[in-house]
């Protein structure tokens, strides 16, 4: 999401006459995109944003500007920790990015991150900027923003809003502009592409039908929404890849209904039969978390347990971290670092084991 994000805002400035270098000291502007989905990615930011301090003290006139996620979620708390920092910008305000931008100097501040909704209509690629910085065969095409299921661990709802999906005649007019540059595989994106309001399986349909596309791919899936009418669509349809990345995050019924997933271990289980039955070459990826607040070693056990019957091609197992303002947050985090840190070698080994005998 971040990646496409990036890549409308850099498409933005080209259009605009901007240009860009690879090397920090020969920027005017300097732009963090960032996600707080999880603490690690924070803190890597921060670390960055830290070592190019040295570089505004050497060039007063550098502008630094944070956007996105980590923006919505910090707000004018940045500029106190960071006071050389000019330009801090929420995902739901980045249609307005251009407009600050021609007004910032080196000592102005500009606080953007009051917006309810994204606004698709003037927020999307306007050119592909990797065909003007150098040829690239895989594009990036956000289908809908912002989430409804609210998991009780997860910020995306409070920073990205609710959901809101884009017409489908906008995101095939972006998927034909990228086939006309060279683009060969399109990526569509989502924070749960299955709950699309104007029907997932449609779009697939109709993005398999523009000439120049070779490969269709599209994350993330939620259990929940996912159905065996898109399981057909995927058997169906020549150009989807054959690949389904279906996080489960825990494989306890008690830790998912804390984690409010609105779903069960036997729906997921059922969910990935029914998927294997329709499309047996499927490969299945998943995402997994260890340690959240009340796990016991039978719940996490239980995780085990389902990875192990299942046989992910891949799994992203993350340890557990609170984030401020989600329901999650509230409850004791009581499953010590070192538990957390065991279980997720555990499951990394295991793996592991099951990559190597696929292979």
């Not at 803190?43 to 500007?65: S, T, V, Y």
């Not at 997860?154 to 809101?164: A, I, N, S, W």
């Not at 299955?194 to 993330?220: A, H, M, Q, R, W």
């Not at 399981?231 to 409010?260: E, T």
Request: hydrophobic share 35%; aromatic share 10%; proline share 4%.
């Amino acid at each position: 999401m971040n990646e496409y994000d990036s890549e409308v805002i850099k498409s933005g400035f080209l259009q605009r006459g901007y240009l860009f270098t690879e090397q920090p000291e020969e920027a005017d502007i300097i732009l963090f995109n960032g996600c707080s989905v999880r603490e690690h990615a924070e803190q890597r930011l921060w670390g960055n944003l830290e070592k190019l301090k040295r570089l505004k003290e050497k060039k007063p006139e550098l502008i630094f500007g944070i956007l996105g996620c980590i923006a919505q979620s910090h707000k004018g708390n940045i500029f106190k920790r960071f006071p050389f920092v000019n330009f801090v910008c929420g995902p739901r305000n980045f249609p307005e990015i251009f407009e600050h931008i021609e007004k910032l100097n080196s000592r102005t501040r500009i606080l953007a991150i009051d917006k309810e909704e994204r606004d698709f209509e003037d927020f999307h690629l306007t050119c592909t900027p990797d065909v003007q910085v150098g040829w690239k065969s895989r594009g990036y095409v956000l289908i809908m923003s912002g989430c409804n299921n609210f998991c009780s661990y997860c910020v995306v709802p409070y920073l990205r809003g609710r959901e809101k999906s884009r017409k489908i005649e906008d995101i095939l007019t972006e998927v034909r502009m990228l086939a006309g540059n060279g683009c060969r595989e399109i990526t569509l994106l989502g924070q749960n592409v299955n709950s699309y309001k104007n029907d997932f399986v449609k779009l697939l349909e109709e993005v398999n039908k523009i000439d120049g596309i070779e490969k269709i791919s599209f994350t993330t899936s939620h259990p929940k929404d996912a159905s065996e009418e898109l399981f057909k669509a995927m058997r169906d349809l020549s150009k989807v890849d054959k690949y389904l990345h279906l996080p489960f995050q825990s494989g306890s019924n008690r830790i998912l209904k804390l984690m409010r997933r609105g779903y069960r271990r036997e729906g997921y289980l059922s969910l990935i039969e029914k998927l294997r039955k329709i499309l047996p070459e499927c490969k299945l990826s998943t995402d997994v978390i260890v340690g959240f607040p009340g796990e016991s070693e039978e719940d996490f056990q239980q995780t085990k347990e389902l990875m192990q019957e299942v046989k992910f091609d891949n799994a992203f197992i993350f340890k557990y971290s609170p984030r401020p303002g989600t329901a999650a947050a509230k409850i004791e985090d009581d499953v010590p670092i070192e538990v957390k840190k065991e279980r997720n070698q555990i499951l990394l080994e295991l793996q592991k084991e099951i990559r190597e005998e696929k292979c």
